[in-house]
């Protein structure tokens, strides 16, 4: 991986956001990226390892560490961001404000915003489009806990498992579907296993995820006040590529399934209605069950799609 842009994006982003704070420092701060959850076996552990000095960075979905501060899966709540477009506008939103001062509450900071679309793998090639599609006895594997909630409203079966698993469990039998993020579809080479895919490129995802590059307060800190600058500085300077390799991954994943022979189509405006419909009452849940959910809620429904 390397500035070319080769790679996970993600990782490249990482990447680049080392070199280019080692290069402005003089290399008086270095940072070494350890791929492949090479650090943290777990990814899921890694919040709390960033609070406890056992990490210092990552680019980290918020939904995973939601058990500590549940307010975060606002970040993945299904059918409430639906495109790139709207993803976007999240940032300089209210919901974006609120969001950052949620994270450096709980003991970490923003410093480039990454949002992943999402799409549906099933073995067979009858693909998933609408609820309608869900026929009984079908198990899928999803990242976020609301997510799963509504997914058990249409009527899915769920195993829970981190994303390297899923191609096993496809190939034994285990999952009909996956919904992850495209990216994760091409790295774990899913279009092995799969005979339909629904790529969110037609602007339409139920499953959109947060994954910021994220430091830790008490690590940030502890950087010079010049240090800080350029690390918000490099942050900054890497958005739009986080925005743009994003919505790029989708189309190029797209692509990758197609050459393989699967059967690839796109949501359309009326399935993503169906699913946004499902998702309501778990949208509802969240405003009553977690502290402040109400206005996380209300502010994200905002957000224009435009």
């Not at 552990?45 to 560490?65: K, N």
């Not at 709980?106 to 949002?115: A, M, Q, S």
Request: charged share 25%; glycine share 8%.
């Amino acid at each position: 991986m390397n500035e070319a842009g080769e790679g996970d994006f993600r990782a490249v982003l990482a990447q680049r956001f080392a070199d280019r704070v080692n290069e402005r420092t003089d290399g008086q701060v270095t940072i070494e990226v350890y791929p492949g959850n090479s650090l943290i076996e777990d990814p899921t552990q890694q919040y709390e390892a960033i609070r406890r000095g056992a990490q210092d960075m990552s680019v980290f979905p918020l939904d995973y560490a939601s058990g500590d501060v549940p307010e975060f899966s606002i970040t993945l709540m299904p059918a409430m961001v639906r495109s790139h477009a709207q993803a976007r506008n999240w940032q300089d939103a209210e919901i974006g404000q609120r969001i950052e001062e949620i994270t450096q509450e709980n003991g970490v900071k923003i410093l480039t915003w990454v949002w992943n679309a999402g799409a549906i793998g099933c073995k067979r090639e009858e693909p998933v489009v609408s609820p309608d599609d869900v026929r009984p006895g079908m198990v899928t594997r999803a990242a976020g806990p609301r997510v799963e909630q509504m997914l058990e409203r249409v009527g899915f079966g769920l195993s829970s498992m981190p994303s390297s698993e899923i191609y096993s469990a496809m190939q034994t039998g285990v999952l009909d579907c996956a919904i992850t993020s495209t990216s994760s579809f091409s790295s774990y080479r899913l279009y092995e296993q799969v005979g339909s895919y629904t790529s969110p490129t037609g602007g339409y995802t139920f499953w959109f995820m947060f994954e910021p590059l994220i430091i830790g307060m008490d690590q940030f800190e502890q950087l010079t006040p010049e240090q800080q600058q350029i690390f918000e500085e490099v942050g900054a300077e890497l958005q739009e590529f986080a925005y743009t390799a994003s919505e790029d991954d989708d189309l190029r994943v797209e692509k990758e399934f197609e050459e393989a022979g699967v059967n690839v189509v796109q949501m359309d405006e009326e399935s993503f209605g169906q699913w946004q419909e499902e998702s309501r009452p778990v949208w509802e849940s969240f405003a009553e069950e977690v502290e402040g959910g109400r206005e996380l809620i209300d502010l994200a429904s905002q957000v224009s799609a435009q």
